[in-house]
């Protein structure tokens, strides 16, 4: 009787753990479009994809490349977390291939996240080379221009805040006024810009809990917003929006619960108000 139960549990447990692996491939695009009540106002069109660790993905370059083939992109954000072992770098070759092939119309832009961080010295530099070899734009606590329309778009690349490399005076240095569109890995650095103007952030970080039965309570030490309940979708903080992915890979097993790894389309729309004007260089 006893082996009979202990058989029907490991089988349990085998299904549920195949069961939330295969979630792993369920891969949603969610679209978000902000601000679509302004007239006439140019419309920037984001590919926003985050947290691939490309440790554990399980979409490959060309299934990435099926599924968004046939839409037409301004930009590609990447918000970090690439992988965190250096032998992995050659796995992001072909992503970064399908991101080019996509020809964002002006450019791809990306920050690095915690895990990127694992990487040192040398490790670290192969692979913002890398980033940099296939046209992506690395920001560290830098900003690039790119003009929509005439309208000028401030491209705000802020360093990782869980590991204390954000640097908010020299991300936002320089910029003129614009649309300010902030790209960063924590989204918790937005309880710290109650000073710093953004019309929008993209961040990741949070997987969406990637594991959340019942809920994801492992993500508390994960800084302030988790206890806020803000750990994916759409969010608003000091009336600014901003958002979280819940990434594409997954840490530690390649696995699921509750949560489902995606790619988002973003629309905003262009505009400069009075409030950017006056708060956008710190």
Request: glycine letters at 6%.
């Amino acid at each position: 009787m006893k082996l009979i139960v202990l058989l029907a549990l490991l089988a349990f447990i085998s299904f549920n753990i195949y069961k939330a692996n295969r979630n792993t491939k369920d891969i949603k695009i969610n679209k978000i479009a902000l601000d679509q009540n302004n007239g006439n106002h140019p419309v920037l069109r984001i590919l926003h994809l985050s947290d691939l660790h490309l440790e554990n993905i399980s979409i490959t370059p060309n299934e990435l490349y099926q599924k968004v083939k046939e839409e037409s992109f301004d930009i590609i954000a990447l918000t970090g977390d690439f992988l965190d072992r250096k032998w992995t770098i050659p796995k992001l070759i072909p992503y970064l291939e399908v991101f080019n092939q996509l020809q964002p119309k002006y450019g791809i832009y990306a920050v690095l996240g915690n895990h990127d961080y694992v990487l040192k010295e040398k490790n670290l530099e192969n692979l913002v080379n890398t980033l940099k070899q296939y046209n992506c734009q690395v920001l560290r606590n830098e900003n690039a221009e790119i003009l929509v329309d005439g309208r000028r778009v401030n491209i705000i690349g802020i360093d990782d805040f869980s590991t204390k490399r954000s640097d908010l005076d020299a991300s936002f240095k320089g910029t003129k006024s614009g649309y300010n569109l902030v790209l960063t890995h924590d989204p918790n650095v937005v309880l710290q810009m109650k000073h710093y103007y953004f019309d929008y952030l993209l961040a990741g970080h949070f997987h969406g809990g990637q594991i959340c039965y019942p809920k994801a309570y492992h993500l508390f030490k994960m800084g302030k917003l988790v206890r806020m309940n803000m750990i994916k979708g759409l969010q608003m903080h000091d009336n600014k929006p901003f958002y979280i992915s819940e990434g594409l890979g997954q840490t530690g097993i390649n696995i699921r619960v509750g949560s489902r790894p995606e790619m988002t389309i973003h629309e905003c729309s262009i505009t400069v108000c009075s409030e950017s004007q006056n708060r956008t260089a710190i």
